[in-house]
């Protein structure tokens, strides 16, 4: 564990390492045949890497960067931070970004204030571990009434095989304050296996205004992504959280947000595309523990190659939390044979008054869709393409960065043109034959 | 320059819908294809345009000379063919101008030039009367029934088939739409563009003149004839084909 001066985390580090040590390395089984298994992976074999800092950004993280004017940004690679910038625009503010590792030495009241607030070592041996063994991480802190239109970025970033990232991100947005935060997950192509063990806490206190986004993409290398991210949002604060999912051998990933005050309000878009032998396993929660509060989330999925995706989203309402809006609708496209998944919405509603709604597809292409556009003179291969980033449309939308939005769509569109023939393939064998297509349609409404 | 239907035969699974079929739309005429709901007419616009869930097991179909019957709807398309949906598929995420310029594009060698491409979307939208605002829509997502026929003859002005297929493109609109759908066909049609109207009713025959009327009775056409059978039709009604048709079948 790294020392630091503060003994508050020294303390709380002790206690992780203690949990990390009792707990098995687990296996998340759900009904039907879901499992996701670490069986793979050769924990033993991989250790945190420690690197210098840079003056220039390493190609993987310069070619996915959103290029607006930047307000910060954090690198982490492997285990060091290598690069930190802050505009002067927004340490004039007050606003503070650094590693998380600096922040517990220059602002420790502040960290332990809210460090650790919504996540617990005690929820797993990742948790624990990334609570125990995280090194660099990131610490954003906006001031109140701070309105900042330039993004705050961070990145961590895997380049080496044998990799052990154990990653920590506290971001606190002070009351009526605005910002949009963004944070990378990159991988270069390895040959080999790595670790991304990652806790992330957002706080969005009374009156904040916050978009948030998550883009992952680990690359072709043998990345494991077994992070929990907690969003919390204050009294009458906004969030629209947007977390993409574009690649990792597996990834394992506990995504909550909850609207913690009256007047709280979220809005959560994801959108996930695995390919080849990529295996993702997501289970969010929208968490409402006051009344008066509301929600619209919607994730978009697509499978490609041998590809596992499962998708699972939770609508909780508290016991109290009357006069709660919320609506949660997920979709899953399969786009070849051998790929796999299931996207499965669900309710638990502890109070009455409530309008609390979910919905779900999952589903294949559909053939009157591409005849459609065949009678337009678009040939096969262009409609599928065309009805892949439609889909993916509605969410690329919500994340509110031009350059960002090129990016994803860049990547959708990478993705389809390396699935092509298997893509083909598949539609086109369900073309021939004289069975309509399974649709699985499922709606629950409880009100 | 025309369409030729020779002794269709079509099935869907395992059951024949059209028993054998002859149709000739010109580049420069105008058709109308009547019949009963179940008829046929609608699988027959779907065979022209190559739908797979329709089987062809006999006959043909030529355009221009050449023969179409096997192959792509997206190459029938780029031949000169269309067909406006009775009801055309929801293509969320796809904005109506965006999909225009790629379809436009589908059928050049050299892409239209975005000015150019704004011009005529412009004029072709002022023509059918649709706002301009639904060149940023999702295509036909949320778009009332008339709203999606309007789109699907803007289509049609945009791509400037040889021969249109319209198919019930009269069912849902109210009568100021049905007179601008109308309209916008009359513009469209003549001697560039042959027309072949699908419809259960006469009524947009009223605006829309056919030089020719076909009418279907479970899979066969029965009748034909110039303008006057629309009329008569509307007179008499389809009971009446149907009647002629199974008397003569019986004598």
Known sequence: ?447 | MSLEIQNLHVRIEEREILHGVDLKVDKDQTHALMGPNGSGKSTLANTIMGNPNYEVTEGKILFNGEDLTEADPDERARAGLFLAFQYPATIPGVRLAQFLRIAVNSRREEPMKPKEFGKVLGENMELLRIDRSFSSRYLNEGFSGGEKKRAEILQLAMLKPEIAVLDETDSGLDIDALRIVSDGVNALRGPTMGTLIITHYTRILEYVKPDFVHIMLDGRIVREGGAELADELEERGYDFVREEWEGRDAA
């Open chain 1, 1 to 447: 564990m790294p020392p630091s001066t503060a003994t508050w985390l020294d303390e709380q580090r002790k206690q992780a390492l203690d949990a990390y040590e009792a707990e098995p390395v687990p296996t998340w089984r759900r009904s039907g045949f879901w499992t996701t298994t670490l069986r793979k992976l050769d924990l033993e074999s991989l250790e945190p890497r420690t690197h210098e800092p840079v003056d220039e950004l390493p190609e993987v993280v310069a070619d996915a960067l959103a290029e607006d004017e930047l307000g910060a940004l954090v690198l982490q690679r492997g285990a060091s931070t290598v690069r930190t910038f802050l505009h002067p625009e927004l340490a004039e503010q007050g606003v503070i970004v650094s590693s998380l590792e600096d922040a517990v030495e220059q602002h420790s009241e502040l960290v332990h204030e809210w460090y650790m607030r919504r996540l617990s070592h005690e929820e797993g041996k990742f948790p624990a571990a990334s609570a125990a063994f995280w090194t660099g991480g990131v610490f954003v802190h906006v001031p109140k009434g701070v309105r900042l239109d330039k993004p705050i970025q961070s990145v961590y970033l895997i380049d080496e095989p044998g990799t052990a990232q154990y990653a920590h991100t506290l971001v606190v947005v002070g009351e009526n304050s605005e910002c949009s935060f963004r944070e990378y997950c990159l991988g270069a192509p390895i040959d080999g296996q790595a670790l991304h063990a990652g806790g992330f806490e957002l706080y969005a206190q009374a009156g904040a205004n916050v978009q948030v986004a998550h883009f992952q993409d680990w690359g072709p290398g043998e990345v494991y992504d077994i992070s929990t991210k907690r969003v919390e949002i204050g009294r009458d604060a906004h969030v629209s959280w947007v977390p993409v999912h574009l690649g990792g051998r597996l990834t394992k990933q506990t995504l909550d947000i909850i609207t913690a005050e009256q007047g709280s309000d979220m809005r959560h878009t994801g959108l996930y595309f695995t390919e080849g032998e990529e295996h993702l396993d997501l289970f969010t929660t929208d968490k409402h523990e006051r009344g008066h509060t509301t929600g619209d989330t919607v994730w978009k999925g697509a499978l490609t190659g041998k590809s596992r995706a499962s998708y699972e989203g939770l609508i909780h309402i508290v016991k109290d939390a009357q006069e709660t809006h919320t609506y949660l609708q997920t979709h899953q496209m399969l786009l070849s044979q051998a790929a796999k998944g299931d996207a499965i919405p669900s309710l638990i509603v502890q109070t009455d008054n409530v309008s609390a709604s979910h919905g779900g597809t999952v589903g294949e292409l559909d053939e009157d869709q591409i005849f459609y556009m065949n009678t337009r003179g678009i040939p096969r291969s262009e409609a599928v393409r065309i009805l892949v980033e439609g889909y993916f449309e509605e969410v690329v939308q919500r994340l509110s960065d031009p350059g960002l939005q090129a990016l994803v769509r860049r990547r959708i569109a990478q993705k389809l043109v390396a699935a092509e023939d298997q893509v083909a393939e598949f539609i086109g064998e369900r073309a021939g034959s004289e069975v309509a297509p399974a649709e699985g349609r499922q709606e629950d409404e409880a009100a």
